[in-house]
T-cell receptor, first 119, second 114 residues
Framework: GAGVSQSPSNKVTEKGKDVELRCDPI?????LYWYRQSLGQGLEFLIY????????KSGLPSDRFSAERTGGSVSTLTIQRTQQEDSAVYLC?????????????????FGPGTRLLVL | AQSVTQLDSHVSVSEGTPVLLRCNYSSSYSPSLFWYVQHPNKGLQLLLK??????LVKGINGFEAEFKKSETSFHLTKPSAHMSDAAEYFCVVSDSSGTYKYIFGTGTRLKVLA
């Protein structure tokens, strides 16, 4: 079946501009995550959506970053007033919590990422 | 708080020789542990996962990992390296506090020499 898709695959923008990154999770997956992969920081968690629950935004680095998930499916990550330090690969992942022995265990499936370059 | 430490940032092996990528974890709970591989300019692909069943976990492409609680380790091995194994490998622990977000190691870049 179809995997996680992300668009655009590459984005070049000028400092100070806003950007929107899109993620299409695997159909039926209830959880959606955004991560950022950068040279200095490695792979870091940004935000988590699960069903209709309030998102966990604890990983967002500043209030310039926001995300939404419409209809429990597609998600958009928005970066306002981009800075050069925002340059990174932004990865989206989705999962369906599988229960074994009463304890949730899950595997996340990753999209190919959006490579963002802020000039 | 959970964390993972990948002990080697770079590993070089000759084709046909064994691969060992080391990972130690820290967790207050019974952890879920994963290994992912990332080829250049590609997304992350799951190699294998440990979720409290068998301690020896077999994955794709001949990789396996052994969960050792006494050593808090989850090392990744393969008996014979192939050129196509050259990539970056990430050890991951899942946050068991509720979100199951991933906490990544810093990665090990595997180079396979002909």
């Amino acid at each position: 079946g179809a995997g996680v898709s992300q668009s655009p695959s590459n984005k070049v923008t000028e400092k100070g501009k806003d950007v929107e990154l899109r993620c299409d999770p695997i159909s039926g997956h209830t959880a959606l995550y955004w991560y950022r992969q950068s040279l200095g920081q490695g792979l870091e968690f940004l935000i988590y959506f699960q069903g209709n629950s309030a998102p966990d935004k604890s990983g967002l680095p500043s209030d310039r970053f926001s995300a939404e998930r419409t209809g429990g499916s597609v998600s958009t990550l928005t970066i306002q007033r981009t800075q050069q330090e925002d340059s990174a690969v932004y990865l989206c992942a989705s999962s369906f919590i599988a229960f074994s022995s009463g304890t949730p265990r899950e595997t996340q499936y990753f999209g190919p990422g959006t490579r963002l370059l802020v000039l | 708080a959970q964390s993972v430490t990948q002990l080697d940032s770079h590993v070089s092996v000759s084709e046909g020789t064994p691969v060992l990528l080391r990972c130690n974890y820290s967790s207050s709970y019974s952890p879920s542990l994963f290994w992912y591989v990332q080829h250049p300019n590609k997304g992350l692909q799951l190699l294998l996962k440990y979720t409290s069943a068998a301690t020896l976990v077999k994955g794709i492409n001949g990789f396996e990992a052994e969960f050792k609680k006494s050593e808090t380790s989850f090392h990744l091995t393969k008996p014979s390296a192939h050129m196509s194994d050259a990539a970056e490998y990430f050890c991951v622990v899942s946050d068991s506090s509720g979100t199951y977000k991933y906490i990544f190691g810093t990665g090990t870049r595997l180079k396979v020499l002909a």
